[in-house]
């Protein structure tokens, strides 16, 4: 199909109304599968695969972030440290060299990249601009087509939970997978965190919408536990949440 659009690009529009789009569960599926996949690679040296992963690193934390400022206000800048993670203790890769374990991962790692960035477009309210698209994208003309099309389709709530989706399949890996994972995925997700926390502000208090108190309240829990993850460079998630505290937090009660 790639190859039909470049030759006859007039039928692109054509093309693209005709894919249906996924449901939030069947995109939400493939992310929780391509993450067991990711997560069912990394070789334990006692062979227990997965269920080893709330032994081998921890998804949240009590790390803090340094606020920045930035054009959004409430310091949601780029984060300042190094994408990095710390080295794995010997114990938590039984004593394999990471260069081995890395390349290992590494097609698990790009099918997981690969299944996000591929049902991202259905569920963003981010408007790509060319130089965003050709940095997050290699097929960035049909990704930005795709995203045009259905930007006002996907409710609040659905892009929330596709989002959390995406975080949650990251902070279940160990520290080594993440590491490799969040220098890829970060970047585009603190950009769709932000652009979803600035329909919300739209809809509440600029067109006078309102939100169930029971999906607001999944929002808060969802946001407050990704606040405290740390390593990485995912301390932005703490200052997503305090933009959406800042935007919306008083339908919970809440202010900065």
Sequence with gaps: MTSMLRTQPSLKPLILSLI??????????AIAQAAKKLLDAFPYSNGMGGSMASHTSSAFGSGSSGSTSSAYGYGFGRPSSSFGGQ????????????????S?????????????????????????????GQRYSENQSHASALQSQHKDRSHPSET????????????????LTRASLIPILLPRLRDEWIAWIERVDEVV??????????TVKTWERGLDEFAQAHGNGVEVMREARDLWVAKVGWLVGRQV
């Design 20 to 29: 249906p789009r996924p449901s939030l569960d069947t995109a939400t599926q």
């Design 104 to 132: 290992r991962l590494s097609p698990h790692i790009s099918e997981y990249v690969s299944v996000c960035f591929s049902y991202l477009p259905y569920f963003s309210n981010l408007t790509l601009s060319t130089e965003q």
């Design 205 to 214: 208090n600029r067109q006078g919408g309102m939100f169930g108190h029971e």
């Design 160 to 175: 929330f939970l596709f989002l959390h989706a995406i975080i949650s399949g990251v902070l279940s890996q160990p520290s």
């Design 87 to 102: 080295p794995m203790a010997a114990s938590q890769t039984g004593g394999m060299r990471e260069e081995y374990i890395r």
